[in-house]
């Protein structure tokens, strides 16, 4: 429910957002087609791409391989922590400068992603 109830937010904070020369785009491990189907039913219009077919997820420690829950511990918000879930929230800014090279800039994970619901 968190991760839907953050995205029904994301909509209405895109005209400020976009005012800064920002984007949103929101990704998940979901094939493509399954992505577009729940989005259109949830009438959402930011840009959501699919993760599928890569290693985004596992690079930002958001998503665990077999091996790692097999393991117990997974690394989850800048620390060893037990396993309690295969998918787990983060935002990630990044910025593009004008030679096209990007740059991590900034992520939280659990509680710290609540700054694009609205008060």
């Known amino acids: 429910m968190g991760c839907s109830f953050k995205a ?7 005209q400020h ?4 020369d920002v984007k949103f785009v929101a990704i998940s491990r979901a094939p493509l ?9 949830m009438g959402w219009r930011f840009k959501w791409v699919s993760s599928h077919s890569n290693d985004f997820n ?8 077999n091996n790692e ?12 922590s037990d396993f309690v879930c295969e998918e787990l ?15 991590h800039t900034y992520c939280t994970h659990g509680r710290g992603d609540e700054m694009l619901v609205g008060a």
Request: aromatic share 18%; hydrophobic share 40%.
């Open 69 to 80: 829950i097999a393991a117990g511990k997974v690394y989850y918000n800048y620390a060893l």
């Open 89 to 103: 929230s983060g935002n990630s800014i990044f910025y593009k400068d004008a030679a096209g090279n990007v740059f």
């Open 33 to 41: 087609a399954e992505i577009a189907a729940f989005q259109q039913r």
């Open 8 to 14: 029904d937010h994301v909509d209405a904070a895109l």
């Open 17 to 20: 957002i976009e005012r800064h």
């Open 58 to 65: 596992y690079d930002y420690h958001v998503s665990y391989t």
